[in-house]
């Protein structure tokens, strides 16, 4: 059985350091990048399964993001990180093809869910 | 004319409460998601191994350590926020400039760092203190502030500078970096930003992208200062 590979975007750094290793303690790939800019450099190069994906980012438009990784790959999934009063941006991040979202704080049952899900309909 | 000019007033006022209270949220959001990430890490930690070694208990250590500090952090932001709520409660009092505008610097942190823009203080620490409305006057500034962040680019600073002589205070707003004309329209029009003036009995002036807004030590004519 292969492991899941995850890449975390987000600025959050000590957020996406405890959830990126709570996923790898359950033993998945997981690696965080804390810049928007580090974003697809670290996809094109580590090919991810699933990307968790904060689309409120700074100095940076979170959509173009992902609509750089859907066009550089459909098959990556992503699902969006947000905020509770992001909900129309990550409706938004639907439309261009995320897979799913997740609302901060985020709930690690959850959260495995979603990426098995995500991996399954790859 | 002049009550409709105080209704717009509300509105411009209102509108700068919800984007703090939007960016205040969003922040402590954030706060917590990084809390309930670090306790069920350490919840991770404990069930994971049959027995704990050093590494682990130091790391669980550290992970409480950043708990800690960052509920700090969570708690200062909660005090400005409370200090910025309690500005409204009387329509004039004696107050120190700075604090308010460190208050509204802290306050608007979240809204400036999603186009990387630098809020930065070069604050005169022997300011006197002014009989005048600090809410009023933190409108005021975040209307300034306001428009020069929808204005800059990208990776810019905006200063905000207070110097004082024997009559007067001076705040200085001053931007730094490429600026674009926007035809958005910004949350305060200009007719606001003058009544605003009129009231705290200052006066405002702009040299190329620089705002000028000058406050009487004495406290706004329209009061009787006691």
Do not use: W
């Not at chain 2, 402590?28 to 208990?57: C, P, W, Y």
């Not at chain 2, 790391?59 to 708990?67: E, F, R, Y």
């Not at chain 2, 004309?181 to 910004?186: H, K, M």
Request: charged letters at 30%.
């Amino acid at each position: 059985m292969t492991v899941t590979k995850i890449l975390l975007v987000d600025d959050e750094v000590e957020f996406v350091s405890a959830l990126s290793e709570r996923l790898r303690l359950r033993n998945y790939d997981a690696k965080a990048v804390y810049h928007a800019e580090d974003a697809m450099p670290t996809i094109m190069k580590d090919k991810p399964d699933v990307v968790l994906l904060d689309l409120k980012m700074p100095g940076i438009d979170g959509i173009e993001i992902l609509k750089a990784i859907k066009k550089f790959d459909t098959t990556i999934k992503v699902i969006i990180l947000s905020g509770q009063g992001d909900r129309e941006i990550a409706d938004e991040g639907i439309k261009v093809g995320a897979f799913d979202y997740v609302m901060k704080p985020v709930d690690i049952g959850e959260i495995i869910t979603k990426i098995e899900q995500a991996k399954k309909s790859r | 004319m002049e009550s409709e000019k105080d209704s717009d007033l509300r509105l411009v006022q209102l509108s700068l409460i919800a984007k703090i209270i939007a960016s205040f949220t969003h922040e402590v959001k954030n706060h917590l998601a990084f809390i309930k990430e670090s306790a069920g890490l350490v919840g991770d930690i404990m069930e994971s191994r049959k027995s704990l070694t050093k590494q682990d208990i130091q790391q669980s250590l550290n992970v409480l350590q950043s708990v800690k500090d960052q509920i700090g952090k969570t708690s200062d932001l909660c005090n400005y926020l409370n200090r910025f709520a309690h500005r409204m409660d009387k329509p004039f009092s004696t107050f120190g400039v700075n604090e308010t505008l460190e208050e509204l610097l802290v306050l608007l942190h979240k809204l400036s760092s999603q186009k990387r823009i630098i809020l930065e203080r070069d604050f005169d620490k022997n300011l006197p203190a002014i009989h005048s409305d600090p809410a009023k006057l933190q409108f005021l500034i975040f209307c300034i502030i306001e428009e020069k962040l929808r204005r800059l680019d990208n990776n810019s600073r905006i200063i905000v500078k207070s110097a004082h002589s024997s009559e007067s205070i001076t705040i200085e707003v001053i931007p730094r970096g490429n600026s674009v004309e926007t035809v958005e329209e910004g949350i305060c029009p200009h007719e606001i930003c003058q009544y605003l003036i009129k009231q705290l009995g200052g006066s405002i002036s702009q040299e190329a992208e620089e705002i000028v807004v000058t406050l009487p030590v004495a406290g706004s004519p329209l009061h009787n200062v006691p």
